[in-house]
């Protein structure tokens, strides 16, 4: 499936001096039918510089007259190599653009980050609020320590550390340790511990800790990965929590993988444990002849299986451009909403409509429009410098994790967006360079159903986009 928010990137077989055409979205409209009629919501502007590299953008929303009015913008200050090192904040009063928010960024000879200071303005002057450390770095990039302080009484205070054990020779973190600072002792205050061991590169085992009241961690949470071997595919996901009375790990939830034989995921089979494994819910995917997405539904079991949730998509080329959804009652399906899509010859978004139905006629709900600008930059710069994206367990309950590489360190957007375009969960972090960086992100307040993840590069626009399924 094509991602809503789409930065295409035509890539060649050319010599890194080439020159290519690329294209960026330059400003994106939403409308919502209120009254019987559109009425503009908000809108974004962006802008880029001569290598289609992001360094502003610009946020408006409509006031009581159905004007356009700036809300605030955010410019970015780039190295010659392209590296964000400044992130300013404007909030639009009256005619004018007043500062509020500043992120510098402080890098190492081996281009890692060592520093994000946050400073506010204090209407004369910027003045330093928060900032962030990076110390400890091996040869795969992955930091030994992160530690995270506030500026209070003239002065620097800890407020939350994170080191992470990796064995020698590895990328891969064998475990971490969160702690947050306890100003009235002050010591550092256990929060959490994680160890992660691996089957190939992927997750296997995850153990979570918390401490007691004496301070001593024991054993909270833990989640299991079994693969398949050829090919190496995910078959099974067990979540089970520590008994402290047993002193013995209990089964709790667990996911049951089957595959096409094109090795896309066909059935999962959700089961809860109560002493013996009783299956809650079910989904299915359907693909057409290209192995594109054409049918989801799941069901849920309530002294037998009952629909739950369906969509069901049609493509123009390799384009989603129409998708119905529906909600079960019983044995039934009722439609529930449509949306529909549009592009341009270049493969861009371009528009989107939301449609409820109302049982005999489609209403509007919603419409976005997307607008795109062509540059010509070096083949180099056009590189897609997000790689190696996993996201495991797939589908999801409680949270998913990411996993991706980054050629080079680089602030990053990541956004879990639903089937209606909207951005669900957002978390901006920092991606250390030619290592796994992994992302926990919550999802038990998701209903369940299909969403996008996505990963931005927040320098430049590019992104990477997968599919995933929620279920509870």
């Not at 590069?457 to 399924?469: A, E, H, L």
Request: with cysteine; hydrophobic share 30%; net charge neutral.
């Amino acid at each position: 499936m094509k991602p809503f928010f789409v930065f295409v990137v035509c890539l060649l077989t050319l010599n890194v001096s080439a020159q290519i055409t690329v294209h960026r979205k330059i400003a994106q409209r939403r409308d919502d039918f209120v009254n019987n009629n559109w009425k503009g919501i908000d809108s974004s502007v962006f802008t880029y510089n001569n290598q289609a590299t992001l360094n502003s953008n610009t946020y408006l929303k409509t006031d009581t007259n159905s004007n356009w009015t700036y809300q605030y913008r955010y410019t970015y200050q780039l190295s010659f190599t392209e590296k964000v090192l400044e992130q300013i904040r404007e909030n639009r009063i009256g005619n004018t653009w007043v500062n509020n928010t500043r992120y510098t960024y402080t890098y190492d000879a081996n281009n890692h980050i060592t520093l994000i200071l946050y400073d506010v303005w204090n209407g004369s002057a910027w003045s330093p609020s928060g900032k962030i450390t990076y110390t400890g770095y091996n040869s795969f990039g992955q930091f030994g320590e992160e530690i995270a302080y506030i500026y209070s009484g003239g002065a620097w205070n800890y407020l939350s550390k994170k080191t992470q054990q990796i064995p020698g020779g590895s990328n891969l973190v064998s475990s971490q340790e969160r702690f947050t600072w306890d100003n009235n002792n002050a010591v550092w205050k256990k929060y959490e511990r994680i160890f992660m061991s691996y089957n190939q590169d992927s997750v296997s085992i995850r153990t979570r800790m918390l401490p007691d009241t004496g301070g001593v961690w024991v054993n909270k949470t833990r989640e299991m990965f079994n693969y398949g071997t050829s090919p190496f595919l995910l078959n099974e996901y067990v979540t089970q929590v520590w008994d402290s009375i047993s002193a013995q790990w209990e089964n709790d939830q667990h996911i049951l993988y089957s595959y096409t034989g094109s090795n896309k995921v066909d059935v999962m089979i959700y089961e809860t444990f109560n002493g013996a494994w009783n299956p809650t819910e079910r989904s299915k995917h359907i693909y057409n002849a290209s192995d594109s997405l054409i049918e989801f539904y799941d069901e849920l079991n309530n002294g037998g299986w009952q629909n739950h949730t369906r969509s069901t998509y049609t493509y123009t080329g390799p384009n989603v451009t129409e998708e119905l959804q529906y909600l079960g009652s019983g044995s039934n399906w009722n439609l529930d909403q449509r949306l529909n899509w549009s592009f341009d010859a270049n493969g861009n978004n371009t528009y989107r409509l939301i449609e409820d139905y109302n049982g005999s006629a489609y209403a509007p709900l919603r419409r976005d429009f997307y607008y795109y600008n062509t540059y010509t930059v070096g083949l180099q710069e056009t590189l897609l410098n997000l790689s190696a994206l996993q996201l495991y367990p797939n589908p999801a309950n409680q949270q998913v994790y990411v996993n991706f590489v980054t050629e080079e360190a680089m602030p990053v957007s990541i956004r879990v967006i639903d089937m209606s375009g909207k951005t669900r969960v957002l978390i901006q972090d920092f991606s250390s360079a030619g290592i796994s960086n992994q992302v926990s992100i919550p999802c038990e307040r998701l209903n369940a159903g299909i969403y996008l993840l996505q990963i931005t590069n927040d320098r430049n626009g590019k992104s990477q986009t997968k599919m995933f399924t929620i279920h509870h």
